[in-house]
């Protein structure tokens, strides 16, 4: 089977830095992975994408070096084999609050006799290779997002999961489960920053990797320093406004200091 390259990186003691998808466009998730990220994480929850447009972009995405990898938009068991026979490396789940919902997931992600995934990865087989059934359960990444106020206070329950490789942190759900906010970036003066930090300190404890999406390059070195693995920069649709918004208030503004100058 294809080796989960980020996996290794992450055991290797090499941070991962992942982009985000949210538009459903197979030419935006190829010209992204294009771009060098080391993973993509198609946002089945909160970005615009469907199952059909994930399948697409799953496509495209493999015809590069970069890894994908998906946020389901729940704890739905059918949804996450699904999106793993179409050849997704990793899934990535929201609102894992206590154990039985993290068992629930990672358990979903599994073959027989670590869980019960259901046998049909008709696009796994193509991306990973014909011994797919034999090492999916140890290469297929997963991740369960800690964001509620019932998983802070069962951190230890939930990082216990066997199977399960590491947590995700969602600052904007973490700040509203905190009343704070929601937002990335979080300010070290702020209740969901200690947290951030505490959730790290259990995963290192339990041998786990950790990640957490943050909204600039210079947040997630930061949280690299502190010994995050995994760290998500911005998403596609925010690079492009803001790219594009760069480009705009240049333009405009160039053009509006020779309007100043000029003489008539």
Known sequence: MRKNKIKQMMKDGLPVINGWLSIPSTVSAETMAHLGWD???IDLQHGLVDYSDA?????????TNTTPITRVNWNEPGQIMKILDAGSYGVICPMVSNKKEA????QACMYPPNGYRSFGPV???LYGGSDYAK???DEILKFAMIETKEALDKLDEIMSVEGLDGIYI???DLSLSLNEEPGFDRPESTKAYSEILRILDYAKKYNLFAGVHNGSPEYAQKMINKGFNFVTISADLRAMTAGAKSIIDKVKGQNTDKDKTKTY
Request: without cysteine.
């Open 55 to 63: 399948l697409r972009m799953l496509q495209a995405i493999s015809s």
């Open 39 to 41: 993973s993509l994480t």
């Open 135 to 137: 090492h999916a359960n």
């Open 170 to 172: 969602g600052p904007a």
């Open 123 to 125: 696009r796994g087989l």
């Open 103 to 106: 068992e629930k997931f990672v």
